[in-house]
Structure formats: C-alpha cells, structure tokens
Nanobody, 122 residues
C-alpha cells in the first residue's frame, strides 16, 4: 500500500515536499516513481528512483527543480519540488514496481497510491 501526502496550495516560485509512504516488506527492492495528472490530461511520469541503488531519473520539465530521494529505513520516498509553476498543478501519485529498471512509464508500475493534490496559484 502506498500513501501520498504533502500536497497543498502554493504560490508560484514556492516549494512543497511530497511523501510516499509504503507498507510491506522489501521496500528497497522496488523502484518508486512519481506521476501527475492534470484535469483532462493523461497521467504523466515525472521522476523515479530505483531500488536500493538509488539511481534517479527526471523528465525534462522538472529537471533542476524537483529532487527525488528515498529513506529505506522509513519506507518512504520524497519529492522535493522547488520553483513551482502554475503548470505543475495536478494530482500527484506515487507508484511502485519490483526491480531496478528506471522507467516513468505508468504502464510499467504495479502499485499506486490515491494521490495528493498540488495547486500552484497566486
């Protein structure tokens, strides 16, 4: 089970930190991804962090602004979001897939949280 938290309303240029808390065993064997879905749009992969190795990947639109990291002792992955823009407004989801492969293709993820809303507006 995955549970996201940390969303909210923030002004442009502001920051938020999202958390994805997982229950169960072998958390460090899962690649965790962050995705977002804006109204009327498809779910978009934005970042992932691989298993215990911790390799990271970002889609171009968030590079340099977002940072993904994990704390395996807490079974949690974080997404630090800085310099937020109105176009970052969406429901943010985390997903999990077994293994090392770094991908942000939603089709390759097996487990999902329910999402947390992020609104960037003045």
């Amino acid at each position: 089970q995955l549970v996201e938290s940390g969303g909210g309303l923030v002004q442009p240029g502001g920051s938020l930190r999202l958390s994805c808390a997982a229950s169960g065993n072998s958390f460090d064997s899962y690649t965790i991804g962050w995705f977002r879905q804006a109204p009327g749009k498809e779910r978009e992969g934005i970042s992932c962090i691989t298993t215990n190795v911790g390799g990271t990947y970002y889609t171009e639109s968030v590079k340099g602004r977002f940072t993904i990291y994990r704390d395996n002792a807490k079974n949690t992955v974080y997404l630090q979001m800085n310099s937020l823009k109105p176009e970052d407004t969406a429901v943010y989801y985390c997903g999990a897939r077994w293994g090392l492969h770094a991908t942000i293709d939603p089709e390759e993820y097996d487990y999902w949280g329910r999402g947390t809303q992020v609104i960037v507006s003045s």
